[in-house]
Structure formats: structure tokens, C-alpha cells
């Protein structure tokens, strides 16, 4: 495994530990003096569950011109700052390729939107040898209660699309696009109740 995060074959498998934790827990356990979070306070969002698909801005052209042992520092570089920048109770997945998934766990929009922001700029300002300057286009949604993991994956990955295609490096919400009609609304899937 050669950047040490989750899998995607340990997705499913960790959705549903969510969903159980998620029918016990009902105080959020984050914030509280954790410098990487915003705090609740700030927004009048109830604490839930946010999912953001991560996607390395113009990978391929970096393994081209540097080729892939290049291509691999960067991933292992990229997923240590993700350990950084996001919390430890987070859960991380890298799904192949240069695609990742983050969990971010008890926290509202304004944290979440704080959250993936901080990231996103952390990663703009770092240097990664050889290659430079790499950036990062990333989609959220909220993992509200009744939705299902492909129907989530679905809103983040459109919200991913928007923003690789209005300008990349760039954090974008689903349901603020959904109200804004910037995406059309996801069908809900059927297959795995998720909360």
C-alpha cells in the first residue's frame, strides 16, 4: 500500500462502523481545543457527516514530464499532508489513481467548508520536489441522515466535476451548486443505507 491510507476495499466496511457510531453518538467529540477544526459556534448547522472526493489537478501530466516515481512521491507527499491537515478521528481513503476520499467526522458546513479550505491551501503553498507546485480540485456533501454511500459519492464527485471545470484548485459544496443550479440533483441509490 504505498501511501498507508484506507483502501477502497475497506470503504464499505468503514461506512458501516459510521452508521452504527452515528445511531449511538449523538454529542459531537470534536472541536474542543483541536486547532484544526473551526468552531461550531461560528455556523448555525447542526453537527453531521461530510464526505469530499479529493483529485490531484493534472496528475497525468506530472507523471509524463517527471515520470511515476515522481508521480508516486507526490501521492506519498499528498497523503501526508492530509494526515496533517485533517484531524485523527478523520477518515482517510486514497481510492487509486490520484483520487482520495476524506470523512470528516460531527462537524457543520462552515467547519467542513474550514476544513477542506485549510487543506486545499496548505497544498497550494507546499513544494514538492522536483515537481513544484501541485494543486488540488475537491467536491463535498453531507452525509445527512437516510443517504446512501453511492448516492454521497455521486454528490461530491458532481460538485469534484464543477470544480475541476470552472478553474480546478478550488473546493466546491454540492448543496450550495444544488441552489444555486450549478449541478443537478443526484437520484438516490438504493443499494447501502449509510445513516
Not at 470534536?30 to 461550531?40: E, M, V
Amino acid at each position: 500500500m504505498l501511501t498507508g491510507l484506507l483502501n477502497r476495499k475497506t470503504f464499505d466496511m468503514r461506512l458501516n462502523d459510521l452508521s452504527k457510531r452515528h445511531e449511538t453518538h449523538t454529542t459531537p467529540e470534536i472541536i474542543n481545543g483541536d486547532k484544526r477544526s473551526a468552531p461550531l459556534e461560528r455556523g448555525h448547522d447542526i453537527p453531521t457527516h461530510w464526505v469530499g472526493v479529493l483529485d490531484i489537478d493534472f496528475f497525468k501530466t506530472i507523471n509524463d514530464a517527471f515520470g511515476h516515481v515522481y508521480g508516486d512521491e507526490v501521492l506519498l507527499l499528498f497523503s501526508d499532508l492530509m494526515r496533517k491537515v485533517f484531524r485523527g478521528n478523520d477518515l482517510l481513503f486514497r481510492f487509486g489513481g490520484e483520487e482520495f476520499v476524506v470523512f470528516l467526522l460531527d462537524v457543520d458546513q462552515k467547519g467542513a467548508e474550514f476544513a477542506f479550505e485549510r487543506f486545499r491551501s496548505e497544498l497550494e503553498s507546499y513544494e514538492f520536489p522536483q515537481v513544484g507546485k501541485v494543486t488540488v480540485s475537491i467536491g463535498i456533501t453531507s452525509a445527512r441522515q437516510g443517504a446512501h454511500s453511492a448516492t454521497l459519492l455521486d454528490q461530491a464527485d458532481k460538485a469534484l466535476y464543477y470544480a475541476k471545470e470552472h478553474g480546478r484548485n478550488q473546493v466546491c459544496n454540492y448543496h450550495v451548486l444544488l441552489e444555486q443550479g450549478g449541478v443537478v440533483e443526484c437520484e438516490t441509490a438504493s443499494d447501502i443505507d449509510l445513516f
